[in-house]
């Protein structure tokens, strides 16, 4: 059974506009998430991540909001750029006491930004 | 040259070959990994090495073997495959096995057996 789960394998966005990829998890002692991207021929790159202490990270035009009640967390990319599209992977783990080995990752919601 | 550094790019093997993955970082990182992609699936964590020992296997069968020799190079030793093991291999380091350590990936080797 999949502890971390993006339910959109794909989604398609107009330059400019927001895009909005969606995280859900099972595991309550999940406490730091992280989003990766990956272009096609390339291996994943880190993007940005919150712990669970918080509810909002910022980093530029990437924003990732935690609703830990709903164990959802969703990355916010605005505006929306063609060189966004990719795939986008959600990852959670264990920040105390955990480790990588303990990062569980989501199959991914490949994004496509059109010009 | 930085990051992390995979080949070959691309493998394809026989099932009764015998094979290596190697990997390569340049960022001073203590903890190194191997993850399999397979199609339609999550990325799934091999082996992870911490300064060069062994801390975690995933319950990797016997055909794919690790070998650290120290903190910069992993290999991924493969022999007497399946055809079900095609998948993208990701090698990828990190600072250290800390929980909030970001991942560093490669390009990965896309493998194939035949």
């Known amino acids: 059974d999949q502890q971390v789960k993006q339910n959109s ?21 999940f406490d730091y998430f ?8 390339e291996g994943p790159t880190f993007l940005i991540s919150i712990s669970s202490i918080k509810d909002k990270n910022e980093d530029g035009r990437f924003t990732v ?9 969703s990355l916010h990319i605005v505006p929306s750029q063609p060189g966004d599209s990719a795939v986008y992977f959600c990852a959670a783990s264990l920040y105390y006491g955990g480790s ?13 930004v059109k010009p | 040259e930085t990051g992390v550094t995979q080949t070959p790019r691309h493998l394809v093997m026989g099932m009764t070959n015998k094979k290596s993955l190697k990997c390569e970082q340049h960022l001073g990182h203590n903890a190194m990994y191997w993850y399999k992609q397979s199609a339609k ?6 082996f992870v090495y911490s300064l060069e020992e062994r801390v975690e296997n995933n319950s990797v069968p016997s055909r ?11 290999f991924l030793h493969l022999h007497t495959l399946q ?3 095609s998948a993208l291999y990701l090698c990828a380091s990190s600072q250290d096995t800390g929980g ?15």
């Open chain 2, 100 to 114: 909030n350590s970001p991942l560093h990936f490669g390009n990965g080797t896309r493998l194939t057996v035949t």
């Open chain 1, 9 to 29: 394998p794909s989604l398609s966005v107009q330059e400019g506009r927001i895009s909005i990829l969606n995280c859900d998890y099972t595991n309550s002692m």
């Open chain 2, 83 to 85: 055809p079900e093991d």
């Open chain 2, 64 to 74: 794919f073997s690790p070998e650290c020799p120290n903190s910069s190079h992993l």
């Open chain 1, 100 to 112: 990588q080995g303990n990062l569980i990752f989501g199959k991914g919601t490949k994004l496509s």
């Open chain 2, 41 to 46: 699936k999550p990325l799934e964590l091999m």
């Open chain 1, 34 to 41: 992280l989003w990766y991207k990956k272009y096609p021929a």
């Open chain 1, 65 to 73: 909001f935690l609703n830990k009640s709903a164990k959802h967390l």
